[in-house]
Structures are given as structure tokens and as C-alpha cells.
T-cell receptor, first 116, second 116 residues
């Protein structure tokens, strides 16, 4: 069964810093990995999706990398802003035998605070 | 606007009183899913559906029921709620079928249930 770990659990940085959030997973047989943002009291917003054949994806100040063989993904946020404060979740989707489920497993998240 | 809509957003109720949380999506997605989110445990899948009249259990289905009579709706039913079902619930949807394996999941804003 896929286990997903996100480190650190919480992170506080001053505005303008570049930062890296880490995600590790135990089963490297994945279809893709998705990074989400969750604001307090809100749902999940998809930030980036990396396919298993890709090494990285970029969207604006965000860059996500994937090292499938070692079971790791990182989310890099450049020039952080107070508006980036949220919880960030990673979710690898497993490649199952029957492929009957969009079988995503979620980490517990990293709670990011960017101070002005 | 593409969205997943859950109702209610908040509900406080008592043990044993049947309740239904509705979920509707306007993206013509085949796949829909319910998750619960608890502190320290992350998101766990309750039930999922790959299309109309096709549903299956996720990781934590006990105490829940679902139905998929129409493509756009996927209600979550708690026949006899208990305090351990107090949680934050999310509905999600995505495309399914050949070629859609790398499509992102879209989430609703969540329903916070408190069972007294």
C-alpha cells in the first residue's frame, strides 16, 4: 500500500525566499503525481501534475520535479509571497493491476507561512 | 465555470440521524470520489464511481453509502451517523477512460460534519 510522507510538516519563511517542499512515496509504480494547495476552510486546488514519464513541470513561480525511481518529488516555490501561505499536499496516483480506480494517496501536507 | 459543488458546507447533527451530503459537477466527468480529511491522517478515500451506476469502496467505506444515478451527481449518505464520522469531507471528479489517465482531479470546497 502506498505511503506518502511530506517533510517538513510546517515551514515559516520571510517573504521573497525560495523554498522547497519534499514528498516521498513508497511505491514507485505511479501514473502521475499531483501537487495541491489547500487554503483554510477551502478545498484542494490542483497546482501541477507530473506524468510518470516526466522529470518536472513548471507553472509560474512553481516548479515540481519527480524522481520516480527513488520515490521522491519536490515542489520549488520561487520568490515566495504572503499569498503563498497555505497547506501543500502531494498525491501520487498508483498504477494498479485492474486500473479501476483513480487511486491517489495523499500526504499529510506541509503548512507554509510566508511572513511579510 | 468548471466546478464541483458540495452541500451543505457545514452541518452539526446528532448520532443516528440520517444525513446526505450532495456533490455535483458540471464538467461531464465520468469519475467521482469522496474523501474524508482528518488531522494527522491526511485524505482517505471513502467511495468512488467510474460512471453512472458503477461504484466501489475506497479505503474507509464503513458507515457510508453512495449512489450514482446521474453522471453529474454523487451523494454521500450516512444512514446512522456516529461521532467518529465527524470530519471534513471532500468530493472530487475527473475524466476517466482511455487517454484520461493523466487528467487532474478537481475538488469541491468541502463539507465539515460534526456528529454529536
Amino acid at each position: 500500500k502506498q505511503e506518502v510522507t511530506q517533510i517538513p510538516a510546517a515551514l515559516s519563511v520571510p517573504e521573497g525566499e525560495n523554498l522547497v517542499l519534499n514528498c516521498s512515496f513508497t511505491d514507485s509504480a505511479i501514473y502521475n503525481l499531483q501537487w495541491f494547495r489547500q487554503d483554510p476552510g477551502k478545498g484542494l486546488t490542483s497546482l501541477l501534475l507530473i506524468q510518470s514519464s516526466q522529470r518536472e513541470q513548471t507553472s509560474g513561480r512553481l516548479n515540481a520535479s519527480l524522481d520516480k525511481s527513488s520515490g521522491r518529488s519536490t515542489l520549488y516555490i520561487a520568490a515566495s509571497q504572503p499569498g503563498d501561505s497555505a497547506t501543500y499536499l502531494c498525491a501520487p496516483r498508483a498504477r494498479t493491476d485492474t486500473d479501476n480506480n483513480n487511486d491517489m494517496r495523499f500526504g499529510a501536507g506541509t503548512r507554509l507561512t510566508v511572513k511579510p | 465555470e468548471a466546478q464541483v459543488t458540495q452541500n451543505p458546507r457545514y452541518l452539526i447533527t446528532v448520532t443516528g440521524k440520517k444525513l446526505t451530503v450532495t456533490c455535483s459537477q458540471n464538467m461531464n466527468h465520468e469519475y467521482m470520489s469522496w474523501y474524508r480529511q482528518d488531522p494527522g491522517l491526511g485524505l482517505r478515500q471513502i467511495y468512488y464511481s467510474m460512471n453512472v451506476e458503477v461504484t466501489d469502496k475506497g479505503d474507509v467505506p464503513e458507515g457510508y453509502k453512495v449512489s450514482r444515478k446521474e453522471k453529474r451527481n454523487f451523494p454521500l449518505i450516512l444512514e446512522s451517523p456516529s461521532p467518529n464520522q465527524t470530519s471534513l469531507y471532500f468530493c472530487a471528479s475527473s475524466l476517466w477512460g482511455q487517454g484520461s489517465g493523466n487528467q487532474p482531479q478537481h475538488f469541491g470546497d468541502g463539507t465539515r460534519l460534526s456528529i454529536l
